[in-house]
C-alpha cells in the first residue's frame, strides 16, 4: 500500500511517500520569506503549498492515483484523545477557523483532504499536538482562573513510547513510561498503560528550560515584570516561547553551537547546557513521583537527543529510576505512516472528530 504524508513546517512542507513500511520518496520543500508573504493567514498558503506537492510528486514520476491514503500532521484542533482521525466537514472547519490558534500544523489535514477526496481515498491526521488524556487533577493549577492545557509533542511521545514497548517486548498499554520530546521546546509526558496522564504545555510555557522556551518561571516576579512597563503582552509572551531559553541566556537556539562554546571553554554555555538538562531530569522526577516510582522505562527523543552529551547528563540523573532509551530525532514521518498502515490493514480503527 502507497501513503503520501505530509508534514507542513512555518517555512517548509515536508512530504515522504511509502509502500508499506519502505520509504521510496522523501522532500524537504522549503518556501522563502517572499514566497510566503502574500498569504495573509496561514491557511491561505493551503493551495499553494498543494500545489507544489502534487508538482514534486509528477516530477518523481509518482502517480497520485496510485495512493491507497494521504497521512497529514495534526494541527491545533479540539483536545482530543490519542489515535488516528479521518478528515472530515468538523475538522476541516476547525482547522480553517483556527478553532486553538494558527499554526503551519493546521495545514496538515487540509491539503491532505484536498488530495485525498478527488481520489476517492481517505485523508487521516495522526496524533496532534492537542491530544488530550489528562486526569483530572492534572488540569488543575492554584489559581482557579487558569487551567493547565494538553499541549505536547503527541506524535513522537507515542511512537517512541511504542518502541521502547517493543524493545521491552511489552504492549504499550501496559506499560509505566516517561518520554521526554528534547526540541526547541521540550515536553515530559506521564505515559500511565497507553494513557499521557500529565504532561506540560510544550507551547506556552511550563516545565525545562529548552531552546526557544522558559520554561517554568517564578510567578511573582513574571507578574512584576508584566508591570514593569517594559515589554508590552506580545513581546513578554515571546521570552517565555520562541525568545526564551538557551537563545535568551547564549543569543543561540543551536545546541551544536552551544556545544562549540563550551568545547572552546565558555562557562556560561556551559552553566545553561546543565540547567536545561538538570531541569529535564527534576520533570522526569516529577513524572516518576506521579507513577509512584513503577517506571518501566524512560524514553529521550527529538532532535537534541542527538547531542549525546546532553542524553548522557540526563541519564545520569535519572537512571536510578528504570532503563533509558534514546532515540533521538521528530521520527514524525515513519509515525504519521506506521499509524496510517496500521488503519489500512485493520489493525486499528480511525476515529471520528467529536462534533
Not at 491539503?111 to 486526569?135: H, M, N, Q, T, Y
Not at 510555557?205 to 512584576?224: C, M, N, S
Not at 531541569?279 to 524512560?298: E, P, S, Y
Request: hydrophobic share 45%.
Amino acid at each position: 500500500m502507497r501513503l503520501l504524508i505530509i508534514n507542513p513546517g512555518s517555512t517548509s512542507t515536508k512530504i515522504a511517500v511509502y509502500e508499506d513500511e519502505r520509504e521510496v520518496l522523501s522532500v524537504n520543500i522549503s518556501h522563502s520569506a517572499e514566497e510566503l508573504a502574500p498569504f495573509a493567514r496561514i491557511v491561505d498558503q493551503k493551495d499553494f503549498r498543494k500545489d507544489i506537492i502534487l508538482e514534486t510528486l509528477k516530477a518523481r514520476a509518482i502517480d497520485p492515483a496510485s495512493l491507497a491514503a494521504v497521512v497529514g500532521r495534526g494541527g491545533l484542533l479540539r483536545p482530543i484523545p490519542s489515535g488516528v482521525y479521518e478528515v472530515g466537514e468538523r475538522m476541516l472547519a476547525d482547522l480553517y477557523s483556527g478553532v486553538q490558534g494558527e499554526h503551519a500544523s493546521n495545514l496538515g489535514g487540509l491539503i491532505a483532504d484536498e488530495i485525498a477526496r478527488p481520489l476517492g481515498i481517505s485523508a487521516f491526521i495522526v496524533d496532534p499536538v492537542v491530544v488530550d488524556e489528562l486526569d483530572d487533577w492534572a488540569r488543575l493549577s492554584g489559581v482557579p482562573e487558569i487551567r493547565r492545557r494538553s499541549i505536547f509533542h503527541a506524535l513522537n511521545h507515542k511512537y517512541t513510547a511504542r518502541r521502547a514497548a517493543r524493545e521491552l517486548g511489552r504492549p504499550y498499554e501496559e506499560l509505566n513510561l516517561v518520554v521526554c520530546h528534547l526540541g526547541g521546546g521540550i515536553t515530559v509526558g506521564v505515559h500511565d498503560h497507553g494513557r499521557v496522564v500529565d504532561v506540560n504545555n510544550g507551547l506556552n510555557g511550563e516545565g525545562p528550560i529548552a531552546p526557544e522556551r522558559a520554561g517554568t518561571v517564578p510567578a511573582g516576579d513574571l507578574v512584576d515584570l508584566a508591570f514593569s512597563g517594559k515589554f508590552a503582552q506580545a513581546d513578554l509572551k515571546k521570552r517565555l516561547t520562541g525568545r526564551g531559553g538557551m537563545v535568551a541566556h547564549l543569543q543561540t537556539n543551536d545546541m551544536r553551537e552551544t556545544l562549540r562554546r563550551i568545547a572552546a571553554g565558555d562557562g556560561q554555555a556551559k552553566l545553561v547546557f546543565t540547567a536545561m538538562a538538570l531541569t529535564v531530569a527534576k520533570q522526569i522526577g516529577a513524572c516518576a513521583a506521579v507513577l509512584r516510582g513503577r517506571v518501566d522505562g524512560i524514553v529521550l527523543t527529538g532532535g537534541l537527543a542527538h547531542a549525546g552529551g546532553f542524553t548522557d547528563l540526563i541519564r545520569d540523573h535519572v537512571a536510578f529510576l528504570g532503563p533509558v532509551f534514546v532515540f533521538p530525532g521528530e521520527n514524525e514521518m515513519v509515525a504519521l505512516a506506521e499509524s496510517g498502515l496500521r488503519v489500512l490493514r485493520g489493525e486499528d480503527t480511525a476515529r471520528a472528530y467529536p462534533a
